[in-house]
């Protein structure tokens, strides 16, 4: 039997009369990681200005949102798969520049159509970016010290990506003129990233080696029923958040998405060059990161959505206050993500990734326990963010710090070069499906106590109401409104506590590599036989 022995150093080489600067070539990619992941975000404050400007309906305004996350999702395995076959900077490159240029779309755009198009674009340029970024850091960066601190910014620009992106949508909403030139603020969010885009791009070469490639080994079957599956999936996941999960289209689209992704895994144990080998779920360490990081994220994306609409529906916060009272999770992810690339070199990831998230649990917990009063006469109960926001926000920034750096380099760690781009893809792709499926768990616990409350409060709020003047009616509906929606926030808060207990379980029964292993560079040792 023929052992592997290459080496990303083996595999990736300075251009000629070049030296590889690995400073610049992790600002690019985490600059990189950090426009595809704020993305998915920026464009939330700014929805009802764009449907006031283009005409949107309520129904089809989600899909400037859904569509982003379905294009970038679904692609995601295929994306890391052309980066092993045909050059990881090569795609790299190619996805910022296809990014770039559907957010200049996006930001010209003069109805629906053309909008929903460009964010599809958008989510088509993230996939191809996304899983090749984390791939060259493993290609490019030595096992140690050095690679951990590039995971620890990657990391950290993963994990604030969200926070900053309402940040930077509520600034850019609010803005009336550019450059002297009147412009509708929401476009803003769109066009600043076509000239970050496309100069990370044209840097790229100047940065950052080429890999190997290997043209003609595209598995075509595989990628079209596994891209299709997981497309099926998510958009079932998706639809379930916002129409049940008895809707018929919901049903269907799982239910094909499983059929598809099960018809994708059996073509992939019978084709030479598969898009997605098996052995990149063999290893016990592998797995595990990937079934970690499929609950761990579905629980802090629920933290955003929902703690975003209580800070200000029912504290009053206006778009940009919002942003700013999320900012200490930046400073505190990226402060907890350096913590943890250097302890990644003393201490087992086990250790840091359980206390992580046993962390992040105990916060989502804090959330849940929010004041609220839907007894009858209704009361304007709200928390205060100094006692009861700030303290959790925190501990769920350092929570999340402490996982996503170990579990990124243990999901990727011990691949061979030539799987290091699918091996990211399906990283990607698990947080995706993961947050999906988590707001979809989570919105139906929510909407569910919301109907159920409000059949029992509403009536009777409406019946006090009317013999109040209709100014001081409306202010009681609008209280009970808050109140019954802090409630459902709470048990979907809660559900995220517990889904984050399943990702340290996972993470403390099967996370069993050791730190010292994490220093080692090349593949996995292979079995001998006989």
Do not use: C
Request: hydrophobic fraction near 50%; charge should be negative; avoid cysteine.
């Amino acid at each position: 039997m023929t052992e592997v022995t290459s080496t990303a150093s083996a595999e990736t080489t300075a251009p000629p009369g070049k030296n590889l600067h690995l400073g610049w070539a992790l600002v690019l990619i985490s600059i990189a990681q950090l426009m595809v992941v704020l993305d998915g975000t920026i464009v939330n404050i700014a929805l009802p200005y764009i449907q006031g400007d283009l005409g949107i309906s309520d129904a089809n305004l989600r899909w400037i949102v859904t569509g982003y996350a379905l294009a970038f999702g679904s692609l995601l395995l295929l994306g890391g798969r052309l980066g092993d076959l045909y050059g990881r900077r090569r795609v790299f490159m190619l996805g910022l520049i296809i990014f770039g240029i559907a957010s200049l779309l996006g930001g010209l755009a003069t109805n629906e159509p053309l909008l929903l198009a460009a964010r599809g674009l958008q989510g088509l340029g993230a996939a191809l970016a996304s899983p090749a970024a984390l791939a060259l850091i493993a290609t490019t960066f030595p096992a140690g010290p050095a690679r951990n601190r590039a995971f620890g910014v990657y990391a950290a620009m993963s994990g604030v990506g969200a926070a900053v992106g309402l940040l930077l949508g509520g600034w850019l909403t609010g803005m009336d003129t550019f450059l002297g030139m009147d412009v509708e603020g929401w476009r803003l969010t769109l066009l600043i990233n076509t000239p970050i885009g496309v100069l990370t791009a044209m840097l790229a070469p100047r940065f950052l080696a080429e890999s190997e490639t290997h043209p003609g080994e595209l598995d075509l079957p595989g990628a079209v029923t596994g891209t299709l599956g997981v497309l099926g999936l998510v958009y079932g996941i998706s639809r379930a958040g916002t129409d049940g999960w008895g809707d018929a289209w919901t049903i269907a689209s799982l239910a094909a998405g499983v059929a598809l992704v099960g018809l994708f895994l059996s073509l992939e144990r019978r084709v030479e060059h598969p898009l997605l080998p098996v052995r990149v779920f063999t290893n016990r360490t592998r797995a595990a990161s990937f079934v970690a990081m499929f609950f761990a994220p579905a629980a802090m994306f629920a933290m955003f959505f929902y703690l975003s609409q209580y800070i200000q529906t029912v504290m009053g916060y206006s778009p940009i206050k919002a942003g700013v009272a999320f900012l200490p999770f930046v400073f505190g992810l990226v402060a907890a993500a350096g913590i943890s690339s250097n302890l990644a070199n003393r201490i087992d990831p086990r250790y840091l990734a359980g206390v992580g998230t046993l962390l992040a649990a105990v916060a989502l917990f804090g959330f849940s326990r929010l004041p609220y009063d839907t007894s009858f006469p209704v009361g304007d109960v709200q928390g205060d963010y100094a006692t009861d926001l700030l303290p959790f926000i925190v501990m769920m920034a350092f929570g999340m710090g402490l996982v996503f750096v170990p579990l990124t380099l243990t999901a990727v760690h011990h691949l061979r070069v030539e799987d290091s781009g699918i091996g990211s893809g399906v990283l990607n792709t698990m947080q995706q499906v993961g947050g999906a499926l988590g707001l979809s768990l989570l919105g139906t616990i929510a909407t569910q106590t919301m109907d159920d409350r409000s059949a029992t409060l509403m009536p009777r709020v409406a019946q006090a109401a009317a013999e109040l003047d209709p100014t001081q009616a409306g202010l009681a509906q609008k209280v009970a409104f808050t109140q019954i929606f802090t409630e459902g926030a709470t048990d979907a808060f809660l559900l995220g506590a517990g889904l984050m207990v399943v990702a340290s379980l996972v993470t403390w029964v099967f996370l069993n590599v050791k730190h010292q292993e994490l220093a080692t560079d090349g593949p996995e040792a292979p079995a001998h036989v006989g």
